[in-house]
Structure formats: structure tokens, C-alpha cells
């Protein structure tokens, strides 16, 4: 176990659904990641928090909704997804932003869009 | 621009025999390189990281990377191979004060009995 944990695990939703995906790093870690793995992509960033702070929007869009309270939680809110939205989300953490700093990652949600 | 090649899809590899997993680069400045290895329904684990120092990085698992700046590589070597070491393994870098992490395509190790 990484530290870094994440649920659901597995998520099936209608496009007209309302989700959320909870995250939640153990390790004392100040920046946190969202990323969407689809098949045969490189890992896609889509947001980064640091301090609570967001520092990083990739070009998401709006019906992906991120949400940081504090530290060691992150939240991703999903709402009128597409099914080409299906991927697996990983949530990661590092000590800080760095560029030497390590992620560490979760195991992540699979979610299918109907 | 940031950029990492993996260029392999998939590697297959016998069991007991040294496998490689390659890794070229693109970066303006000094990189920093990461290896991380996926098992199926998992996160990524991290194997190893180059900052500075000697090119030749040891990580988890008996796996080892080399740095080569010439070249622009960061290849994933392990001297003996296991049947456990069959996983999807990315290679990433980062440039010296950026804060994005690059990914490759990633690499499936296949290692056969």
C-alpha cells in the first residue's frame, strides 16, 4: 500500500448522473494529482492542488469539478460525463510540488459512462 | 517541450534472463526521471528516480535504471527476471523547475516461465 487511497474503486454512471471520487493520502503530503489513464495514452494530468491551493487546470472540462478541503483529501465531482469520460482516475501525492518530488499514487477508480 | 518515448509496446523476457525496458527523453535542461511499474487493478508503484548524482540508480524490487545524457535514456534493466515482474511499466520525466510529470506510453513486461 501506497498511503494513497481511493473510492470508489469501480463506478458506473449515466450521463446524466452526479458523482463524486473521494481521495485520501496518509503520508503527510502537501500537493495532491488528479490523472485519467485511458488504453493505450500516456497518463493524462487534469489538476494539481498544493497547500489546498489549485495550481494547475490542464485544459479540463467543466463537467469535471475538483475540490480540495484540506491537505489529505481530494474530490473529483463528475456531472453530465461523456462515455468517452471512461477511464481509470488516479489520485497522487508528494511531499510538495518539486520537480524532484515523488508521486505516489492510488489505486485508482475505473469508471464506465453509459 | 517535455516529451518521453517508450518504444516498445511490449517486452517479452524468460524467466531467469536479464530483461531491459527502454526509455528516451526530451527535455530543455536538467531531467529528472522517474520509473513506475502497474500491476492489473492497481495505482502505479514507484521503482526509482535519477536527480543527480551517479548515473546508475538502484530501486525497489532488484530493478536498476541507467542514466545516459548523451543518448538521452533512462532504460529499466533487472539482471534476473521473475514471472512476478509481469506489469505495465511507465517511464516519466520531469524538467528542472517545472512542475508537470511526462509520461510515457508505457511498456508491457511479459516474463515467461
Known amino acids: 500500500e501506497t498511503g494513497v487511497t481511493q473510492t470508489p474503486r469501480h463506478l458506473v454512471m449515466g450521463m446524466t448522473n452526479k458523482k463524486s471520487l473521494k481521495c485520501e493520502q496518509h503520508?503527510?503530503?502537501?500537493?495532491m494529482y488528479w490523472y485519467k489513464q485511458s488504453a493505450k495514452k500516456p497518463l493524462e494530468l487534469m489538476f494539481v492542488?498544493?497547500?489546498?491551493?489549485?495550481?494547475e487546470n490542464n485544459s479540463v472540462p467543466s463537467r469535471f469539478s475538483p475540490e480540495c478541503p484540506n491537505s489529505s483529501h481530494l474530490f473529483l465531482h463528475l456531472h453530465t460525463l461523456q462515455p468517452e469520460d471512461s477511464a481509470l482516475y488516479l489520485c497522487?501525492?508528494?511531499?510538495?510540488?518539486?520537480?524532484?518530488?515523488?508521486?505516489?499514487f492510488g489505486p485508482g477508480t475505473r469508471l464506465l459512462v453509459l | 517541450a517535455q516529451s518521453v518515448a517508450q518504444p516498445e509496446d511490449q517486452v517479452n523476457v524468460a524467466e531467469g534472463n536479464p530483461l531491459t525496458v527502454k526509455c528516451t527523453y526530451s527535455?530543455?535542461?536538467?531531467?529528472?526521471l522517474f520509473w513506475y511499474v502497474q500491476y492489473p487493478n492497481r495505482g502505479l508503484q514507484f521503482l526509482l528516480k535519477?536527480?543527480?548524482?551517479?548515473?546508475l540508480v538502484k530501486g525497489s524490487y532488484g530493478f536498476e535504471a541507467e542514466f545516459n545524457k548523451s543518448q538521452t535514456s533512462f532504460h529499466l534493466k533487472k539482471p534476473s527476471a521473475l514471472v512476478s515482474d509481469s506489469a505495465l511499466y511507465f517511464c516519466?520525466?520531469?524538467?528542472?523547475?517545472?512542475?508537470?510529470?511526462?509520461f510515457g506510453t508505457g511498456t508491457r513486461l511479459q516474463v515467461f516461465p
Open positions: 497522487a501525492s508528494s511531499q510538495d510540488k518539486g520537480s524532484t518530488e515523488t508521486q505516489y
Open positions: 503520508l503527510g503530503h502537501n500537493a
Open positions: 492542488y498544493n497547500f489546498k491551493e489549485q495550481t
Open positions: 527535455v530543455s535542461g536538467n531531467p529528472y
Open positions: 535519477y536527480i543527480t548524482g551517479d548515473n
Open positions: 516519466a520525466v520531469r524538467a528542472y523547475n517545472t512542475d508537470k510529470l511526462i
